[in-house]
């Protein structure tokens, strides 16, 4: 027993193949894996399940065309303000009055410095308050024989179809609604607050509070600051009349923001003046009573009274004349900050409408018809196994049987051709 010729048997050249001589497989270079698929094997799938794919297109266009011709049409009208240019530093106000007396007020009439910028206005516009005004406003809608308010409109009774689905298709929702009304108790009592200023809705008007709040948009350019106002309705003329409330409403919102400081200040000094008019009438009414009484007051307590009721009639007059004053320039700047915002484009009822779309409905419905039926198709072919196991020339010759069209249709376009060659 020799190592070396051991060795030498074993060895081999180098380079010899292994074994018996086959080949070694190299990564990459061997058979075809069963996992891939190629491109006739895709269409090989798409002929055999052709029936598969062409009901669910036919049944998706079916109900595209059906929502396309039962769908509300709606319309939208639009708007555009604009927020008016303010002058800087407030000149030319007549009474003296400048930028650092409004600051002061707690007013800024810069363009830059204010509190409200255009930024804001679809916040403002989408606010409760707007909103809330808008739904308490009286139209005439075009499935209602007289006008309502919006909030009527929305809480009318249902017909009898909506009452049948809510109690049928929709009781789910219904017993939800239900079952939220007996828990949550009874509703917070509508109207204001003793001071006036927070409007609390009811249930009703907070049910039609979300209904319209998905009819209106807004969309600001931020170099321009021009707001485009969009209202959507069912019908032209309640476009445009829900749009020029929602204008309005809005203006006068923002007239409310912009002038609170001022409005606040104005009442003080009204209610100041008004004070200091009755008291000046009353000092002076008792001057004018003790002259009377005392034509020429000789005795030193005589005079001094005298001398007191003028001191008390110049300090009132005074005061009257400074009040006066502080009026007349905060009436100015209350007239100033109005009106904040232009209105650059009525809402005028549209012409066309703005939904449904049908034609891309149909187009829609029919491509997603086609995804769902390729999907169809392939999961068909994945839970049964059917795999390509034939030649490449086997399956092309299913693919054209599958897709050759039926021996009436062929014999249709053979007459066909024959009779326009024959002209």
């Given at each position: ?25 190299q ?26 794919i062409v ?5 998706f ?41 409004l ?24 606010s ?8 308490r ?7 209602t ?21 809510d109690?049928t ?33 009811s ?22 600051g021009?707001m ?18 929602f ?18 200040r ?31 007051p ?10 007191r009721l ?28 109005q ?16 939904a ?13 018809g ?14 049964k196994?059917?795999?390509?196991t ?10 054209q049987?599958?897709?050759?069209p ?11 051709r ?6």
């Amino acid at each position: 027993m020799s190592t070396a010729d051991d060795q030498g048997q074993t060895d081999g050249p180098p380079g010899a193949p292994p074994g018996d001589g086959a080949p070694a497989e190299q990564p990459g270079y061997g058979p075809r894996q069963e996992d891939e698929v190629s491109l006739l094997d895709i269409l090989l799938v798409l002929a055999r399940h052709k029936t598969i794919i062409v009901r669910t297109v036919l049944v998706f266009l079916v109900l595209g065309v059906t929502y396309a011709l039962l769908a509300d049409e709606v319309f939208t009208s639009r708007t555009q303000v604009v927020r008016e240019a303010q002058p800087e530093g407030g000149g030319g106000l007549p009474g003296g009055l400048s930028g650092g007396a409004l600051q002061g007020l707690g007013i800024n009439l810069g363009g830059g410095g204010s509190g409200l910028t255009p930024a804001a206005f679809p916040d403002v516009l989408k606010s409760r308050e707007v909103r809330l005004a808008v739904v308490r406003d009286t139209f005439r809608f075009p499935d209602t024989e007289r006008p309502m308010t919006f909030v009527d409109y929305v809480n009318r009774p249902p017909g009898v179809l909506n009452r049948v689905l809510d109690y049928t298709l929709w009781l789910p929702w219904t017993l939800k609604g239900m079952v939220g009304s007996a828990v949550s108790g009874s509703p917070v009592p509508a109207g204001t607050t003793e001071a006036g200023e927070l409007m609390i809705p009811s249930d009703e008007e907070d049910e039609a509070l979300g209904t319209i709040s998905g009819m209106v948009s807004a969309s600001i350019k931020q170099e321009t600051g021009l707001m485009t106002i969009s209202v959507t309705a069912g019908g032209p003329k309640l476009a445009a009349a829900l749009a020029d409330s929602f204008l309005d409403h809005f203006k006068t919102r923002i007239r409310e923001i912009r002038t609170k400081k001022v409005r606040k200040r104005l009442g003080f000094v009204e209610t100041r003046f008004q004070e200091a008019e009755r008291e000046l009438e009353a000092v002076e009414e008792q001057l004018a009573q003790f002259l009377e009484r005392n034509q020429n007051p000789t005795t030193a307590t005589l005079q001094f009274r005298r001398d007191r009721l003028q001191r008390q009639v110049s300090f009132k007059e005074q005061l009257y004349s400074e009040l006066q004053s502080q009026l007349t320039q905060t009436r100015l700047d209350l007239q100033r900050q109005q009106p904040v915002v232009t209105v650059v484009e009525q809402p005028v009822p549209p012409t066309n409408r703005s939904a449904p779309q049908r034609t891309f409905i149909v187009l829609l419905m029919t491509i997603v018809g086609g995804i769902f039926g390729v999907v169809a198709a392939f999961m068909k072919t994945y839970f049964k196994s059917v795999r390509g196991t034939a030649s490449e020339k086997e399956k092309l010759e299913e693919i054209q049987s599958a897709l050759t069209p039926p021996r009436w249709v062929r014999k249709k376009l053979f007459r066909l051709r024959f009779w326009r060659s024959r002209r």
